[in-house]
């Protein structure tokens, strides 16, 4: 029977690399050295939280998927990753949704917890829907929150658990 809850997590990507000359691709551009090791930092805090994991899904830009990566690889057990261009910026939330339900249907039995690593201004419309609020929130990069939602009512309102920015996981880690 699966889950009649979800964990979702919501966490937008490290510190990349300024936009300018060097990219003139936005999608390429990576994470700065700094960006990721804070925020794999970051991921030993969660890790200290208790936070497990079943998927995580990213958008395909190269920092959000250098940033699931970490994730996957700095949590055990180690969730499963799928990348959906439903998480590009500038796509409608309802996309995002369906992806979740999608990697959650295919992970494991219906996965409960599930992490979406994205984009802003896309992370904080998607927050403030799920919570039933109006505008957005902003999302400081390597923040991460956690939102309850009923299976029933997977679009909100949910129930926000935490929200913490990255100095405060990165302190949790030590």
Do not use: N
Not at 37 to 47: E, N, Q
Not at 99 to 113: F, G, H, K, L
């Amino acid at each position: 029977m699966p889950p009649t809850s979800l964990e979702l997590y919501l966490v937008r990507h490290a510190v990349a690399a300024e936009r300018g000359p060097q990219y003139p691709d936005d999608a390429l551009r990576p994470l700065t050295p700094g960006g990721a090791r804070k925020f794999a930092r970051a991921v030993a805090g969660l890790d200290r939280l208790g936070v497990t994991l079943d998927v995580v899904v990213t958008g395909p830009l190269v920092r959000a998927r250098q940033t699931a990566d970490l994730l996957v690889a700095g949590l055990r057990p180690r969730p499963a990753l799928v990348e959906t261009a439903a998480l590009a910026p500038g796509r409608p939330a309802g996309g995002v949704l369906a992806a979740v339900a999608e990697a959650s249907a295919a992970a494991r039995r219906s996965a409960s917890r599930v992490a979406v690593v994205g984009h802003e201004p896309d992370l904080g419309v998607l927050a403030a829907r799920l919570l039933g609020a109006r505008g957005t929130f902003e999302f400081r990069k390597g923040a991460v929150c956690r939102i309850d939602l009923e299976r029933a009512m997977p679009q909100g309102p949910g129930t926000l658990r935490w929200w913490l920015p990255p100095r405060v996981l990165r302190g949790l880690a030590r």
